[in-house]
């Protein structure tokens, strides 16, 4: 089982609906980072929260809108989104430490927006 | 700027076959470190092995083998008789940090890795 823990599993919402994405880790990290992974290719990132404090946007557009309440929970809350906005959101953690520290994954959000 | 290339896009094999899979990196940092992550059809990218730029030593775990050589700025990693849950997509990356306490990866295209019964 996947220490970092992703709700919900699968996501079907309209153009014009609210949803927001949930992780959570308990293992004490303190950076939180969200990707997005497209069919075929590899995850790209998105969001990094370090400390609780969002540090790294990717040029994400404003329709998605990244909130770290506190340590342990990251959450990504999506409105107006579009249809090539369909994919795997993937959250991850990592010590620290930087870059020596490998970054744990969840088993991801698959969204698909009618 | 750091790259890393796995030229594989997809292979496949029998079971019991031995695969190796390609990763190629670039960077200017003296001290680095590579991953491989694999992951099946659900989803997660399950961490395997972290390698860092001093030690060239290759490491075994059970049917997993990994070989880095930095005069060729390669991270193999080969799997001995394979099996059918190996089938997944594999990626080689390189960390790098960009703000304190927080790193980003930057991945290959990965390698579709199939094993047929």
């Known amino acids: 089982d996947t220490e970092v823990t992703q709700t919900p599993k699968h996501l079907v919402m309209g153009m014009t609906n609210k949803k927001s994405l949930k992780c959570e880790q308990h293992m004490g990290h303190r950076a939180m980072y969200w990707y997005k992974q497209k069919a075929k290719k590899p995850p790209e990132l998105m969001f990094v929260?370090?400390?609780?404090?969002?540090?790294i946007n990717e040029s994400v557009p404003s329709r998605f809108s990244p909130e770290c309440p506190n340590s342990s929970l990251l959450n990504l809350h999506l409105h107006a989104l579009q249809p090539e906005d369909s994919a795997l959101y993937l959250c991850a953690s990592s010590t620290r430490q930087g870059k020596s520290q490998p970054q744990h994954f969840g088993d991801g959000t698959r969204l698909s927006i009618l | 700027a750091q790259k890393v290339t796995q030229a594989q896009t997809e292979i496949s094999v029998v079971e019991k076959e031995d695969v190796t899979l390609d990763c190629v990196y670039e960077t200017r940092d003296t001290t680095y470190y590579l991953f491989w992550y694999k992951q099946p059809p659900s989803g997660e990218l399950v961490f395997l092995i972290r390698r860092n730029s001093f030690d060239e030593q290759n490491e075994i775990s059970g049917r997993y083998s990994w070989n880095f050589q930095k005069s060729t700025s390669s991270f193999n990693f080969t799997i001995t008789a394979s099996q059918v849950v190996d089938s997944a997509v594999y990626f080689c990356?390189?960390?790098?940090?960009?703000?304190?306490?927080?790193?980003?990866?930057?991945f290959g295209q990965g390698t579709r890795l199939t094993i047929n019964p």
């Open positions: 929260y370090s400390y609780e404090k969002l540090s």
């Open positions: 990356a390189l960390s790098e940090d960009i703000i304190q306490g927080a790193q980003k990866l930057v």
